[in-house]
T-cell receptor
Framework: DTAVSQTPKYLVTQMGNDKSIKCEQN?????MYWYKQDSKKFLKIMFS???????INETVPNRFSPKSPDKAHLNLHINSLELGDSAVYFC?????????????FGEGSRLTVL | GENVEQHPSTLSVQEGDSAVIKCTYS??????FPWYKQELGKRPQLIID?????GEKKDQRIAVTLNKTAKHFSLHITETQPEDSAVYFC??????????FGPGTRLSVLP
């Protein structure tokens, strides 16, 4: 049973298009995240939600809009895709905000912008 | 904000030798330090972690040490095996709110 699942696993699209990535966790965790991993393997946090509330919003273009309909889901919508958006996007979840717990990652969604 | 540095960026060892990866962090308030292993094409997975009230932790061939005064922590892998080859990430976190990762170390274990 997959703990953190994200879809799609692969996305290939043209510049200027809009795309969404969905994430769901069945661990009962309160906090969910989106991380971006570029070609050099750097893992950078983009957003963090706790119980549907945005708690971390790093310097990310406003073309990226997260949405958390409930605490088990955190989706990422990207408008007007650019070449530099090509990366692997990881969704993650953890149990506690004020006492750190393990971060569980999804399998990643590889986005290629042509 | 927190900044995590990690060295070396690449590391090659012979099978059976030890490997050491070092990280430093900037925010003295950080209190949780996990290490993640990422195999090619896969997700990062936790291998060991340490909290700020502990100086050392060991799990079979893997150990982590933390020096709060110097703000650095290290991963030690003994008796390395080919399946240890992967990218390893350290991270620093304050109260689970923001996991800041180091840039990663690519470990190659040569048979």
């Amino acid at each position: 049973d997959t703990a953190v699942s994200q879809t799609p696993k692969y996305l290939v699209t043209q510049m200027g298009n809009d795309k969404s990535i969905k994430c769901e966790q069945n661990l009962g965790h309160d906090t969910m995240y989106w991380y971006k991993q570029d070609s050099k393997k750097f893992l950078k946090i983009m957003f963090s939600y706790n119980n549907k509330e945005l708690i971390i919003n790093e310097t990310v273009p406003n073309r990226f809009s997260p949405k958390s309909p409930d605490k088990a889901h955190l989706n990422l919508h990207i408008n007007s895709l650019e070449l530099g958006d090509s990366a692997v996007y990881f969704c993650a979840s953890s149990q506690q905000v004020y006492a750190a717990g393990e971060l569980f990652f999804g399998e990643g969604s590889r986005l290629t912008v042509l | 904000g927190e900044n995590v540095e990690q060295h070396p960026s690449t590391l090659s060892v012979q099978e059976g030798d030890s490997a050491v990866i070092k990280c430093t962090y900037s925010d003295s308030a950080s209190n949780y330090f996990p290490w993640y292993k990422q195999e090619l094409g896969k997700r990062p997975q936790l291998i060991i972690d340490i909290r700020s009230n502990v100086g050392e932790k060991k799990d079979q061939r893997i150990a982590v040490t933390l020096n709060k005064t110097a703000k650095h922590f290290s991963l030690h892998i003994t008796e390395t095996q080919p399946e240890d080859s992967a990218v390893y990430f350290c991270a620093a976190c304050l109260d689970g709110q923001n996991f800041v990762f180091g840039p990663g170390t690519r470990l190659s274990v040569l048979p």
